[in-house]
């Protein structure tokens, strides 16, 4: 059973526009939701991060909604640019509860045009 | 610079060889984990490690066999009963409570089969 559900799988938008990546949980145990960015031949790095305690984050251009009672949370990124292109993964987890308690999405495959 | 390093980069296996992927981390970390990822697919979890001298199986552990000697080393070894072992695999680690860092990853092995 998929812990984290995270659309769309593809997305393709013109430098500039505003992609827009979307995760879905169950477990209202989860108290940490990252968001992973992985470019072609590289691993996954950690892009940006938020607690349910808080709805929004930005750092830089990226920006984490998190609505606690839909349970879902997004990943905005403005102003986009080519060298955004790349794969991006949101998880979720239980920060105090020991190890393989990080549960990730499927994955988006971002593209940015020029 | 603290980190995780996996080596090789690249690797070719014959058929019905046994092949070891090295995965070694300076970071203090008490949890190793290994994944797998296909083409265009999501993270995939063969094995994890909690504490040294233990380890657990993950979601596809068949074919794969790990060791932990010491915390700093988490090896996996794709034998020649995994049947598709082509495949992009990724070495992770993380403190056993997340606080606020989630995972790090290694830049990933890439296996083929030749």
């Known amino acids: 059973q998929q812990q984290v559900k995270q659309s769309p799988q593809s997305l393709i938008v013109q430098k500039g526009g505003i992609p827009i990546i979307n995760c879905a949980y169950e477990?209202?145990?989860?108290?940490?939701f990252p968001w992973y960015q992985q470019f072609p031949g590289k691993g996954p790095a950690l892009l940006i991060a938020?607690?349910?305690?808080?709805s929004e984050k930005k750092e830089g251009r990226f920006t984490i909604s998190f609505n606690k009672s839909a349970k879902q949370f997004s990943l905005h990124i403005m102003d986009s640019q080519p060298g955004d292109s790349a794969t991006y993964f949101c998880a979720a987890g239980e920060d105090q509860t020991g190890a393989n308690n990080l549960f990730f999405g499927t994955g988006t495959r971002l593209t940015v045009i020029p | 610079d603290g980190g995780i390093t996996q080596s090789p980069k690249y690797l070719f296996r014959k058929e019905g060889q046994n092949v070891t992927l090295s995965c070694e981390q300076n970071l203090n970390h008490d949890a190793m984990y290994w994944y797998r990822q296909d083409p265009g697919q999501g993270l995939r979890l063969i094995y994890y490690?909690?504490?040294?001298?233990?380890?657990q199986k993950g979601d596809i552990a068949e074919g794969y066999s790990v060791s932990r000697e010491k915390k700093e080393s988490f090896p996996l070894t794709v034998t020649s009963a995994q049947k598709n072992p082509t495949a992009f695999y990724l070495c992770?680690?993380?403190?056993?409570?997340?606080?606020?860092?989630?995972?790090?990853f290694g830049s990933g092995t890439r296996l083929t089969v030749v």
């Open positions: 477990n209202t145990a989860f108290d940490y």
């Open positions: 938020i607690r349910p305690d808080v």
């Open positions: 992770a680690s993380s403190a056993i409570a997340l606080t606020g860092y989630g995972y790090t």
């Open positions: 490690s909690q504490i040294v001298n233990d380890f």
